[in-house]
């Protein structure tokens, strides 16, 4: 990307992040919904030109060049509010709706900032929505990935219990972590059937996102195609690892990420304009 379009992401990313950190963080636990309603505030002033340290400048210099909104913003603060008060989530429903506020939102976010090919004569509304599926399908690999470290850290359980029931599994063996033999490293066969149907569903939703890649300016493409590809291994790699996303996590390691670049870069080399 140019200067100004970096310049511009790594301020969203570090905002997100450190909105992340609020409820995630070191200091989670002093954490109050009043505290999240001053980040919000300043959020405010930040759109309102008003920062309040050079991060913030950083950011309120991003939205000053494009055309970017603040509602994703204040979603992504709601997706705050969630981890506070709900820790488990009965429905995929459910389940998409923290999706979209803690992640999708950051792809609505960014795109502004990337923008379209030059040529692109098709509807925006295609490329928003690939945008919004690429951080919805990273969020569920996070969140697959992190099942085991979820509900030991934090008593959280991100996968919808009406999907585990269906699958023959109660919540009390993610909790206590039987599902994998502590002993054996051997898998309950009813989670690995309950982890590919869920690894379906996000490679469903990688499909959707890849739809609308190429749609994108051409100095944004290969930077997409590049973390669509590594997020999806990390589903590749929990296969690896026989499902045990409690005592294993999966990861794509550095030299297989520098390995993947040249692939990306031929997918990214030819733009969509319709």
């Known amino acids: 990307m140019t200067p100004e379009k970096q310049r511009a992401i790594w301020a969203i990313y570090v905002w997100c992040r450190r909105t992340d950190e609020l ?10 919904p009043e505290a999240l309603d001053q980040w919000e505030a300043r959020l405010e002033g930040i759109f309102e030109g008003r920062p309040r340290d050079v991060i913030d400048a950083a950011l309120c210099d991003a939205v000053s060049r494009y055309p970017v909104d603040i509602q994703p913003f204040r979603d992504m603060v709601d997706g705050m509010r969630m981890d506070l008060v709900k820790p488990r989530y009965e429905t995929f429903d459910e389940l998409y709706e923290y999706c979209y506020r803690v ?6 976010m960014s795109m502004p900032i990337m923008g379209t090919d030059d040529d692109y004569e098709g509807d925006l509304e295609k490329v928003y929505k690939a945008a919004l599926s690429l951080g919805l399908a990273n969020q569920l690999t996070n969140i697959l990935r992190d099942v085991g470290e979820d509900v030991q850290t934090r008593n959280r359980i991100y996968v919808p219990i009406n999907e585990l029931a269906e699958f023959g599994i109660d919540e009390i063996e993610i909790v206590r972590g039987t599902l994998v033999n502590s002993a054996t490293g051997q898998v309950d066969e009813r989670w690995k059937r309950f982890m590919k149907f869920q690894i379906d569903r996000a490679r469903e939703v990688f499909a959707e996102a890849e739809a609308g890649v190429n749609c994108l300016h051409k100095d944004a493409r290969w930077p997409v195609w590049s973390a669509l590809d590594v997020y999806r291994d990390i589903l ?9 996303n409690f005592s294993k996590r999966a990861f794509v ?15 990214a080399q030819t733009a969509q304009r319709l």
Do not use: R, W
Not at 103 to 108: D, R
Not at 257 to 262: E, G, H, R, S
């Open 23 to 32: 409820v995630d963080g070191p200091n989670a636990s002093h954490i109050t």
């Open 236 to 244: 590749d790699n929990i296969e690896a690892n026989d499902y045990d």
């Open 253 to 267: 390691p550095k030299l297989q990420k520098f390995a993947m670049l040249p692939k990306s870069y031929m997918k």
């Open 103 to 108: 992640a999708g939102t950051v792809g609505l």
